[in-house]
């Protein structure tokens, strides 16, 4: 009898618990998405302000990022450690051209394309994460 006790405590106490931290797993998913789209427009913004255009070699295109090479406005060879932004459809040994920021060259994209083309792959992973969570939610306050 004191077994059943138990185990009628404990489920509502998991249920209360998951109710109350899948919310707030939800909202860090939501922050970090928030966090990765403002670093898109800040990178974006550094190149408008000081914008230099080269035609870039892509090097290599992996899962991580896509390496490129160019040669910028003074002679200089760059190619950035973390890759070029927006690089979909690129492809080994393609050129292709680029804008960077003159006063960072490590910071370069595609020519003509922006964090716009991040608000799809965002707002469907965030849409996804909160369609599977509220359910969840409300699945674990329904009957408490």
């Not at 009898?1 to 707030?24: Q, W, Y």
């Not at 799809?120 to 009957?143: D, E, H, K, M, Q």
């Amino acid at each position: 009898m004191v077994d059943n006790a138990l185990r009628t405590r404990v489920r509502p106490a998991a249920r209360l618990l998951v109710g109350r931290a899948l919310p707030v797993v939800g909202a860090l998913v939501t922050l970090i998405a928030l966090v990765l789209l403002t670093s898109c427009l800040r990178d974006d913004y550094l190149i408008e302000q000081r914008l230099g255009k080269a035609t870039a070699e892509v090097v290599s295109v992996s899962f991580q990022r896509t390496v490129v090479r160019f040669a910028s406005d003074d002679g200089a060879v760059h190619s950035p450690e973390q890759g070029v932004l927006y690089p979909e459809g690129l492809e080994p040994g393609q050129l292709v051209r680029i804008e960077y920021d003159t006063g960072n060259p490590e910071v370069a994209r595609v020519a003509g394309r922006t964090a716009v083309l991040a608000l799809l792959p965002i707002g469907t992973f965030l849409l996804a994460v909160w369609a599977v969570l509220l359910p969840l939610v409300w699945w674990s306050r329904r009957r408490r």
